[in-house]
């Protein structure tokens, strides 16, 4: 087994249409746009919650649990403004574009390789504040409105 670092290896594509999420093709990611070069190192955050659920009777002096949903809160892309381009970043996302964001976590997207399939709908992006020594940034939150794929396989078409 290999580990690898975040850094140079993620990539971000809102892709429009997938027919199969559990396995996307190559065709319809190249259709999409790639949001990689806007992302912040640390602009990538999924939805990670975990509920339990409570199992144990009134008889049990210990409090088992099963495991109940998963899933909650927004996916949301830190992106950097760009003064002179924003058509593959600020300009695509709006208010309820609905598609999917695919993110690949080693490096390379091709035929055989996973990669997450995340159902979006997307909110209004925010502007960041105003600081000291920053980059201009904004946030774009993003519903996810079904079950995602988290180890999707690519396929040709």
Known sequence: MSRTVYEGNN???????????????????NAGTELTPFITKDGISVPNGQNMVDSATINDTYDAQRVGSWGGGPLTL??????????????????GLEGFIVISRFGTIGIGDKVEVWPVEAHQPTLMQSAANEMQKFSAAFAVTGPPKLAAVVVGS
């Open 11 to 29: 990539k971000v594509w809102f892709v429009p249409t997938i027919t199969n999420t559990s396995a996307p093709t190559m065709v319809q990611i």
């Open 78 to 95: 830190t992106m950097f403004r760009d003064d002179t381009d924003e058509s593959g970043s600020l300009e695509l996302i709006t208010y």
